[in-house]
């Protein structure tokens, strides 16, 4: 079993910055990639950002040079640093966890909500 808990979401004006936090605990052995997704409303999943094993990241263009991906490896946690947030950045996002050998889960989501 794999537990995965999200802190960090809330709501901010336009221009804020807020951090998101999930911890994984559990089976939590061969961890490929931690990341974030997030889902606006009538709208599908789209990759935030992701950190692999070896430290190597990606981002959405979207967000590049605003957000900031960070993992404490000793503590299994991956960190979503937001700044200069948008409206067009609310969602619910979501910590993804990747294994070599047994596929991803999922967190439960926080609400990010971005005032104009």
């Known amino acids: 079993q794999v537990q995965l808990v999200e802190s960090g979401g809330g709501l901010v004006q336009a221009g804020g910055s807020l951090r998101l936090s999930c911890a994984a605990s559990?089976?939590?052995?061969?961890?490929?990639?931690m990341g974030w997704y997030r889902q606006a409303p009538g709208q599908q999943r789209e990759l935030v950002a992701r950190?692999?094993?070896?430290?190597?990241?990606n981002y959405a263009d979207s967000v590049k040079g605003r957000f900031t991906i960070s993992r404490d490896y000793a503590k299994n946690t991956v960190y979503l640093q937001m700044n200069s947030l948008k409206p067009e950045d609310t969602a619910v996002y979501y910590c993804?966890?990747?294994?070599?050998?047994?596929?991803?889960?999922w967190g439960q989501g926080t609400q990010v909500t971005v005032s104009s």
């Open positions: 559990g089976s939590i052995f061969s961890i490929n990639a």
């Open positions: 993804n966890v990747d294994f070599f050998s047994r596929g991803a889960y």
């Open positions: 950190s692999n094993s070896i430290g190597r990241t």
